[in-house]
């Protein structure tokens, strides 16, 4: 089993920065790939950016560029660091373990004010 807890949400100017920053219960090593996603009000769930194992990243089309995912295997941390924050990227924010059939975390509130 896997707990994943969120936290560097908050209220933010557009053309502002956030980290969001997840701690993973487990050696974070020992999971194949390490996801965040993201819901907006109303919306369904979307993926945003994956880091395998390998440290392969991957990002969804309206973030490449601004976002990056990154981790800390010795402090069993993952963040994603989001530059040039958009309205749109207004959503609560989801880190996901990719692990048997995978666990996700609570979510973190991103507020990006025009």
């Known amino acids: 089993q896997v707990q994943l807890v969120e936290s560097g949400g908050g209220l933010v100017q557009a053309g502002g920065s956030l980290t969001l920053a997840c701690v993973v219960s487990?050696?974070?090593?020992?999971?194949?790939?390490m996801r965040w996603y993201r819901q907006a009000p109303g919306k369904q769930r979307e993926w945003v950016a994956t880091?395998?194992?390998?440290?392969?990243?991957y990002y969804t089309d309206f973030v490449r560029g601004r976002f990056a995912i990154s981790r800390d295997g010795a402090k069993k941390m993952v963040y994603l660091q989001m530059n040039s924050l958009k309205p749109e990227d207004t959503a609560v924010y989801y880190c996901?373990?990719?692990?048997?059939?995978?666990?996700w975390g609570h979510g973190t509130q991103v507020t990006v004010s025009s």
């Open positions: 880091l395998t194992i390998g440290g392969t990243t």
């Open positions: 996901y373990a990719d692990l048997f059939s995978g666990y």
């Open positions: 487990r050696n974070i090593f020992s999971i194949s790939a």
